[in-house]
């Protein structure tokens, strides 16, 4: 399964490392790929991609000792799992025109409440908040996974999903009116 891998690797010795590390470790990492894309082939083909990742920088991955390079393959399983669940057909791209992205109207109920926020303060304000909402606001919003998705990946219910966006969202929510109530002594509300 990794011969591509391999076979981009210089030396015989890493290619054997590499190797035995692959057999030792590939069930752990199908089962993290399989979690995320939820199809075999799929999960298969990103077990491939990152190991063809590892290959291509060799050095980071061989500097590592074995317990940190399961954690270092993890990762990059992880976010190939990710990538390839953010491009499927489930959930299409495409590219945006900049007038797409941000149109000055001012019938734009996000174009007046993020007036006066900067795109660093929301960022901040979103790492301000407790890890677990944080998790879910990144699952459910960025990666667009949907909230039985978002439990499986978090090991949690369904309802603590729920829970944990409502408040994310309340914390934003209440973020948003008080830094726009503060500016220019303007209040705007934010209906839910």
Known sequence: MISA???ILETDEQRNELSVFYEKNKSRFYA???GY???????EDAVQEAFLEIANKPDTF????DKKRIYYLYAVVKN???DMLNKSEKFPTEELSDDAVYRNDDNLIENTLFDNISHNEILSFIK???ELQQNVLILVCLSELSISETAQVLKVSRNVVYQRLHL??????KFIEERNKNDDGKR???NS
């Open 5 to 7: 891998a391999l076979a």
């Open 32 to 34: 993290i790929a399989l």
């Open 37 to 43: 894309l939820h199809n075999q082939e799929r999960a």
């Open 62 to 65: 061989f500097s590592l000792n």
């Open 80 to 82: 190939v799992s990710v």
């Open 128 to 130: 301000s908040l407790p």
């Open 168 to 173: 994310a969202r309340k914390a934003i929510k």
């Open 188 to 190: 705007i509300e934010i």
